[in-house]
């Protein structure tokens, strides 16, 4: 027959498992997430009419706001006009077919 465990033993075996039990949904909740985002990435439409002119506009309306912002930022609410009346434009015109 075993031996009957002391207190200390006793708490220092619940532990151990406890804490196997704790970094093993640790881990698992990780890897979850992880795959989740990765997932969401590889599936993201990439290749949707109109997303090059998008990203485009984008991109020259960031740079315009930080220098804008470095510079004078009293042109920061024309350029969001302009940005905004930009975004309606390419969204209301039919999208080419790719």
Same mark, same amino acid.
């Given at each position: 027959m075993g031996?009957? +465990?002391?207190s200390d033993e006793f708490i220092t075996q &619940?532990?151990? =498992?406890?804490?196997? =039990? &704790?970094?093993?949904?640790? &881990?698992t909740v990780t890897i979850v997430g992880m795959l989740t985002i990765s997932s969401q990435q590889v599936f993201a439409p990439r290749d949707c009419a109109?997303?090059?002119?998008?990203?485009?506009?984008?991109d020259e309306f960031e740079k315009? &706001? +930080?220098?804008?912002?470095l510079g004078s930022p009293e042109e920061i609410?024309?350029?969001v006009d302009?940005? =905004?009346s930009n975004v309606k434009a390419?969204?209301? =015109?039919?999208s080419p077919s790719p």
């Open positions: 031996r009957l +465990l002391n &619940v532990m151990k =498992s406890l804490y196997t =039990s &704790v970094l093993a949904i640790l &881990v109109g997303c090059a002119e998008f990203q485009k506009l984008n315009k &706001v +930080l220098n804008a912002a609410p024309a350029l302009e940005y =905004s390419l969204f209301a =015109s039919p």
